[in-house]
């Protein structure tokens, strides 16, 4: 069977702001997918994005590898946690990339979640991280919120899309 993505709705931010918030997701598909170019506004090389569930920043656990262009390392928490990625000191006009997979969002069972993210700069060191995280929740998805770890804005033309995935 093909998969048939859908968009459900997406933006980009013509000014900062405090995150990206998707709400009354519809519970018409079988998976979710988004996908974001992200940069924050703290004053830093890196900040950590996070995601919310149904407004919950609770009850999350995940697993971690990541590297940097010269060694790699794994690490654990337990945050809705999505990659290190571009903060406003780091190469100038360069966005950071994450592709957030949500499989099976409507089932009564705990939510897994694939994260693929990478940063983009000049610099020697960029970080490039592989989640897997857990929400353990039964209930539906029918919010998902994403902001930064510092709690800093995400700037102008971060952008954010959700899709839903059928099979057909």
């Given amino acids: 069977m093909a998969n048939t993505y859908t968009l459900i709705a997406g933006t980009t931010l013509g000014t900062a702001a405090a995150n990206i918030d998707f709400s009354s997701i519809p519970s018409t598909y079988t998976d979710l997918l988004l996908k974001v170019s992200f940069r924050s506004a703290t004053a830093a090389?890196?900040?950590?994005?996070?995601?919310?569930?149904?407004?919950?920043?609770?009850?999350?656990?995940?697993?971690?590898?990541?590297?940097?262009?010269?060694?790699?390392?794994?690490?654990?928490?337990?945050?809705g946690y999505a990659g290190d990625l571009n903060a406003n000191t780091s190469t100038a006009s360069t966005f950071a990339s994450a592709e957030i997979y949500i499989p099976n969002y409507t089932a009564s069972q705990n939510k897994s979640m694939s994260i693929d993210a990478v940063g983009e700069t000049n610099a020697t060191t960029i970080y490039s991280h592989l989640v897997a995280s857990l929400w353990s929740t039964t209930t539906a998805i029918n919010q998902v919120t994403v902001y930064t770890q510092s709690g800093s804005n995400l700037m102008a033309y971060t952008s954010a899309y959700l899709y839903g995935i059928k099979n057909s």
Avoid: E
């Fill in 45 to 79: 090389l890196y900040d950590g994005l996070y995601i919310k569930l149904n407004n919950a920043s609770t009850t999350f656990t995940y697993r971690a590898i990541q590297g940097n262009g010269a060694a790699a390392s794994s690490f654990n928490g337990t945050v």
